[in-house]
């Protein structure tokens, strides 16, 4: 399933992760901390490396502080963009 | 990580997910064959008892024709309910 298409979007998400953790002033390793999460899972996801759960999503937007809709904020998937 | 919380968290999500599919009157087998998801998997993820990646997401909301943010609208972990 890794096209073009799901990539771009995972990027797009690591992308607003890593927008929402430096907004809040918080390292990879206190958001690491904060989530539970590895730091290097969190490294990855930052760069779209990772296809995570919604699991692993709620552990996320709990460490930011944010709703699972504020976190796919702006993250459209490319077809949409096209389309 | 089948928490109480991440529980209900993926029980509104299929909730949200069944409400888009009945509101563009879709059965469960449309939304499958839309989707590439199974009839059992969509089954399954409309009664909470799935975990989807992003990708899994991704094949959903490309069939119900929303955004990922969309697709998350409502859907509130519960600690966020409280606090």
Known sequence: MKN???LSTLSQLGKRVAYLRKERHLTQLALS????LSKSYI???ER???????EVLLRLVKA???TLEELFGGVVPLEQLIH
Chains 1, 2 share one sequence.
């Not at 901390?33 to 539970?36: A, I, N």
């Open 4 to 6: 073009g298409n799901s």
């Open 33 to 36: 901390l904060e989530s539970g």
């Open 43 to 45: 490294s990855d996801l």
């Open 48 to 54: 779209g490396q990772r296809n995570p759960t919604v």
């Open 64 to 66: 930011l502080g944010v």
